[in-house]
């Protein structure tokens, strides 16, 4: 068995901004708007000058999560092929259904990337995290350290701010 380093990295990232609602589309099925697309692509560049190594990469199987994930792990030099699907990260009610795929996370993974939706991000992100406070723009991302060898006392304890990136915050 390989040896468990002591920190772990989480990325929650928000999907980037999408079309508006149409009616003969479901929610589930909006993709990225032109804007969110470069939106996503200028914060997957900033975020790749920090990030050396990404594990592995969860996504809510929404169309727009889908395209923000495939765009940061293109940045990111992450097979887009590897993303894993996740149906509750599709969940907007809660942050149970989050925490519950972290927990299960292989500990061997040191960095985790998570794309999904709001109200459920920032509130995982304020569980997670006592010292961020803000709220998750589209394509925001918040990196979280926790000093522990697995996920599931990750999201026990709770960890550091490592990063908040919003279109804003680059200037």
Sequence with gaps: MLGLKTMKKLYIIRHSKAVEMAPDHSDFNRCLADNGIEKAGMIASHLAQELADVDLILSSPACRAIETARIFADKLN????DIILQQSLYHFGGIEYATEIISHVDDEVETLILVGHN????ALSWNLCREFREGMPTSSVVGIAF??????????KGGKLLTYLTKNSLG
């Design 78 to 81: 992450y097979p887009a092929s």
């Design 147 to 156: 000093n522990t060898k697995t996920w599931a006392k990750a999201i026990k």
């Design 119 to 122: 109200p459920t991000f920032s």
